[in-house]
Structures are given as C-alpha cells and as structure tokens.
C-alpha cells in the first residue's frame, strides 16, 4: 500500500505560481513513476507531468512545457510540481499518482498504470 497527500493548490492571478507537493508514504519502494494528473470541469482527466523514479526522466503535456516543472525528493519521498506562468485554462483539480510495480512507456498517457492516487488539490487561477 502506497498513500500519497497532495497540497499546495490554492488560487492565483494568471501569471503567478504555485507549487504543488505530493508526500508519499508507506510501501514506495516499487515505485516506477510518479505523476501529475489533472481534470477540469467537463474534461477528461489528463497527464501533466510524469518523472521516472529510477532515472528521472521526465515527460510534459505540451500544454505545460516550459511554464511546469516535476521534481522528486527521495530523501523525503515527495514528489513537488512547480507552476509557473498560470493560465486561467490551468484552472482543474490536481492529482498525484503513482505506478508502483508497473512499467510503462508512455507515463504520460497510460494513466491506467498510476495503481494509487492522492485526493486532489484545487488549482484555480482567475484572468
């Protein structure tokens, strides 16, 4: 069992930052990628950023790159996503996830491997 506590959401301006951190706990030692998701009113979920826990590879929704950066603290087990350049269309519930003990090639898409989820964190930014 993995658990995974999300936060860090809140509201901004468009244009400003936030940070979103992702603390996992328990059974992380199988862990193979740790992930950003997110779903806005009336939209699919989708991938926002992935990092590869074994070689910290990452990977970004063309929608974020540039303006999103995924980072891991092994040492803290937290996984944190910092946004920058907010858009009001960044505006969605944020989840972090985790594959733990499943492999994938396409982290970013193949949302069906991420076995935990947090809870979500509310990210409204305001035009």
């Known amino acids: 069992q993995v658990q995974l506590v999300e936060s860090g959401g809140g509201s901004v301006q468009a244009g400003g930052s936030l940070r979103l951190s992702c603390a996992a706990s328990g059974y992380t030692y199988n862990v193979y990628f740790m992930g950003w998701f997110r779903q806005a009113p009336g939209k699919e979920r989708e991938g926002v950023a992935t990092?590869?826990?074994?070689?910290?590879?990452?990977a970004y929704a063309d929608s974020v790159k540039g303006r999103f950066t995924i980072s891991r603290d092994n040492a803290k087990n937290t996984v944190n996503l910092q946004m920058n350049s907010l858009k009001p269309e960044d505006t969605a519930i944020y989840y972090c996830?985790?594959?733990?003990?499943?492999?994938?090639?396409?982290?970013?898409?193949?949302?069906?491997?991420?076995?935990?989820w947090g809870q979500g964190t509310q990210v409204t930014v305001s035009s």
């Open positions: 996830a985790a594959a733990v003990g499943q492999w994938t090639r396409n982290p970013l898409a193949e949302s069906h491997v991420y076995n935990y």
């Open positions: 990092i590869n826990t074994r070689s910290s590879i990452t």
